[in-house]
């Protein structure tokens, strides 16, 4: 099956940059997906790359995507107390036959100070 | 608020009973979803509609839930006999799939505790 993989936790100081790491599987998604998560509210689309593209820029996101080692990031600059959230990726497995995203199981950015 | 609104926010009942959550979407998306999350997880996926139909369900989804979209707006999810590992928070999403874009956005959530 689909699996998309994070790391649990990341913390950063105040004003650094931040780098979330995610890696898939299924090699037939043609867009993936950041999402953040605020503490007992829903998810809110931050950004999202289409599969052809290397990488996207919008404002303090970029989003870097290595299709070969099936690798995505999102990098977070002048990170901010506010940026503290759970991150997910996710994709449309379009392999496996589904058409609903899968997720990761989050990065907690921590950001301190 | 345009935006994707569930009700009701938070949800406590016995365990044994039947519980009804209500979704509606941005209007004139086609697809809805539910997803069950659980403390420290991401979004499982549940089902999904695309209008009226049902076109997937996950293993996820025993017998005791079932979720409707009667006239391809809203979405109701019901679980019947409730069990204590149905406590959870449930979110419904909806899209507008264009191109393969699945950009998918989310209500608040419901919580469920089943005790």
């Known amino acids: 099956g689909e699996d998309v993989e994070q790391s649990l936790f990341l913390s950063v100081r105040e004003g650094d940059s931040s780098v979330i790491n995610c890696t898939y599987t299924?090699?037939?998604?043609?867009?993936l997906y950041w999402y953040k998560q605020e503490p007992g509210a829903g998810l809110q689309l931050l950004t999202y790359i289409f599969s052809n593209m290397d990488m996207k820029q919008d404002q303090r996101l970029t989003v870097l995507l290595n299709k070969k080692d099936k690798h995505l990031s999102l990098r977070i600059a002048d990170t901010q107390t506010g940026d503290s959230a759970i991150y997910f990726c996710a994709d449309v497995p379009l392999d496996t036959g589904r058409r609903a995203l899968t997720f990761g199981s989050g990065t907690r950015l921590q950001v301190q100070p | 608020d345009t935006g994707v609104s569930q009700d009701p926010r938070h949800k406590i009942t016995k365990r044994g009973q039947n519980v009804t959550f209500r979704c509606d979407p941005i209007s004139e998306h086609n697809r809805l979803y539910w997803y069950r999350q659980t403390l420290g997880q991401g979004p499982e996926f549940l089902t999904y509609?695309?209008?009226?139909?049902?076109?997937?369900k996950s293993r996820l989804l025993s017998d005791r839930f079932s979720a409707e979209r009667p006239k391809g707006s809203f979405s109701t999810l019901e679980i019947q006999r409730t069990e204590q590992g149905d406590s959870a928070m449930y979110l419904c999403?909806?899209?507008?799939?264009?191109?393969?874009?699945?950009?998918?956005?989310f209500g608040q959530g419901t919580r469920l505790t089943v005790v």
């Open positions: 999403a909806s899209s507008l799939v264009t191109a393969g874009n699945t950009e998918a956005f």
């Open positions: 299924d090699s037939s998604s043609t867009y």
């Open positions: 509609f695309q209008n009226e139909a049902q076109l997937e």
